[in-house]
């Protein structure tokens, strides 16, 4: 069930526990930037109605995963607030390209014709970046900004929940967030899984051969949640 709060859409689940966040000064700190990039006439990915859609596909008490990724893709078309991925007919991103190289060497899944990502973030998987908001051509424009707290507490909520949970930390970025997270190497439920970011850059330095698609079924099966079915179906192709 999706419900608004100050205009923005998310799912209800997510509502009360970051109500605190979307009241505070640091999030209208953040709203008058927003609102002055778009008056200065600077493109903003992705749409405003897309900036929580990984909190409203995912519903809190659902999530059994978390990939976190860094900043939306700023090509035009691209971004749609879901880490990683584009919409049916966007050419698949090079670092999504590596996403589906290592899922076939790990999981033997034929990649995919498409990058739209929607049928994991339906199944439990937070799609999450650590900003949800970039200026067009201008990678990591909007960091410092307030983004960084706001998906703090989201992590930090996700980690208070009592089902393990496995968090998939891709990058020197995204493993900032560890530190909010009980996982099993301390003594905790949840399991992290942490390599380098999946970017043509940084790829062969230890994400490809990482394996975390069957470390996180393995995992979430002990764990009675139930695996994911990481194979994405065909889309429908827009004409």
């Known amino acids: 069930m999706t419900e608004a709060v100050q205009g923005v859409k998310l799912h209800s689940s997510?509502?009360?526990?970051?109500?605190?966040?979307?009241?505070?000064?640091?999030?209208?700190?953040?709203k008058q930037f927003l609102v002055a990039?778009?008056?200065?006439?600077?493109?903003?990915?992705?749409?405003?109605?897309?900036?929580?859609?990984?909190?409203?596909?995912?519903?809190?008490?659902?999530?059994?995963?978390?990939?976190?990724g860094?900043?939306?893709?700023?090509?035009?078309?691209?971004?749609?607030?879901?880490?990683?991925s584009v919409r049916p007919g966007v050419r698949t991103p090079p670092s999504l390209?590596?996403?589906?190289?290592?899922?076939?060497a790990d999981l033997g899944i034929a990649p995919p014709r498409h990058g739209f990502l929607e049928h994991w973030a339906k199944?439990?998987?937070?799609?999450?970046?650590?900003?949800?908001?970039?200026?067009?051509?201008?990678?990591?424009?909007?960091?410092?900004?307030?983004?960084?707290?706001?998906?703090?507490?989201?992590?930090?909520?996700?980690?208070?929940?009592?089902?393990?949970?496995?968090?998939?930390?891709?990058?020197?970025?995204?493993?900032r967030k560890a530190a909010f997270i009980p996982s099993v190497e301390k003594g905790g439920r949840h399991l992290v899984l942490k390599a380098p970011h999946p970017s043509p850059l940084s790829a062969h330095t230890g994400f490809l051969g990482c394996r975390h698609f069957s470390k996180c079924n393995a995992f979430l099966e002990q764990a009675g949640r139930g695996v994911i079915d990481?194979?994405?179906?065909?889309?429908?192709q827009p004409t």
């Open 14 to 30: 997510w509502l009360n526990p970051l109500r605190g966040e979307f009241d505070s000064p640091y999030m209208a700190a953040l």
């Open 123 to 175: 199944q439990g998987v937070l799609l999450l970046n650590s900003v949800l908001t970039v200026e067009m051509g201008r990678a990591a424009s909007h960091r410092e900004k307030g983004w960084e707290k706001f998906t703090d507490a989201v992590i930090r909520e996700v980690a208070t929940k009592e089902e393990p949970v496995v968090f998939m930390l891709w990058g020197s970025y995204a493993q």
């Open 230 to 236: 990481w194979a994405l179906p065909p889309v429908e």
């Open 70 to 84: 860094q900043d939306p893709y700023h090509g035009a078309g691209q971004a749609h607030g879901l880490c990683f």
């Open 37 to 68: 990039e778009k008056a200065a006439g600077k493109a903003v990915f992705p749409a405003g109605s897309e900036w929580f859609r990984a909190l409203d596909l995912t519903p809190l008490e659902e999530v059994r995963v978390v990939i976190l």
């Open 97 to 104: 390209v590596n996403i589906y190289k290592e899922l076939n």
